[in-house]
């Protein structure tokens, strides 16, 4: 790290749970230097970091922990990463998830964002960069408050609470992820206007995600199944500019 990428890590503010205590991270791979830079950087946030080598311990550190966000390795000495975090998702834990691989193809990313991740960084990375993500990841989490004075937001019968971070369409609650959330957040927000791949890429990831617009395709279909299986849909398509959420009927 050079020293005026140290300065600015410094500058960054401090991230916090919302009782005022450490965030908590775990880090799962069986590199143990590649954990240890990790786990250093973290740490030199003020993080409580835990680490785990393979995936059964992946699990039930996780289980025992209960962390704010998770790095973990797609390719694990015993299960796979993907079963991990399907088998988190299962046992009902939505913790934010930064997945850290060597693998580099679209269809690696496609398969760790199905399974319910919330992000995707290819080694070799800089550990800026993984630390940026993660900040991210976890603003878009519960832990941060929107700094609007309007928590509750409502679009027909769709209603969006930034504090609780709970969803209800029709009073039926919507178990979001928390890119999911964002995501709709942002939609919600701008209501009947059409929104382009683009803005979305750059106001929900913060990046361009590889130039991969794809992202935000799978992520719009994860919102349709979740909210327009509840009623008429509310989320649609205009070809050739993006999508736009409006109220049914």
């Known amino acids: 790290m050079t020293d005026s990428r140290h300065r600015t890590a410094i500058a960054q503010p401090k991230l916090t749970r919302a009782d005022g205590g450490p965030i908590r991270a775990v880090v799962v791979d069986d590199e143990d230097s590649l954990t ?118 409502e679009v027909g019968d769709l209603v969006l609470d930034e504090e609780s971070h709970e969803v209800r369409r029709a009073g039926t609650l919507v178990e979001l992820t928390a890119t999911e959330f964002e995501l709709l957040r942002f939609l919600m927000r701008n209501p009947r206007r059409v929104l382009s791949k683009t803005q979305i890429l750059d106001r929900v990831w913060s990046y361009d995600f590889g130039g991969r617009s794809s992202v935000v395709e799978i992520y719009i279909s994860y919102l349709r199944k979740k909210i327009d299986s509840l009623g008429p849909a509310m989320i649609h398509t205009v070809r050739g500019f993006g999508y736009v959420l409006k109220p049914a009927g």
Not at 54 to 68: C, I, M, N, Y
Not at 77 to 87: A, F, Q, Y
């Open 36 to 153: 240890d830079l990790l786990s250093m950087a973290l740490r030199y946030e003020g993080w409580d970091v835990r680490l785990a080598a393979d995936g059964q311990k992946a699990l039930s550190t996780v289980r025992e922990f209960r962390p704010d966000v998770i790095v973990l390795d797609i390719m694990l000495p015993d299960i796979d990463g993907l079963t991990v975090l399907s088998r988190l998702r299962a046992d009902g834990i939505h913790t934010p998830i930064l997945f850290l691989t060597a693998k580099d193809s679209m269809d690696d990313r496609i398969a760790g964002l199905t399974v319910g991740g919330d992000d995707y960084v290819t080694k070799p990375f800089s550990l800026e960069e993984v630390v940026a993500r993660l900040r991210g990841l976890l603003r878009r989490s519960s832990l941060t408050l929107s700094s609007s004075d309007q928590s509750v937001i």
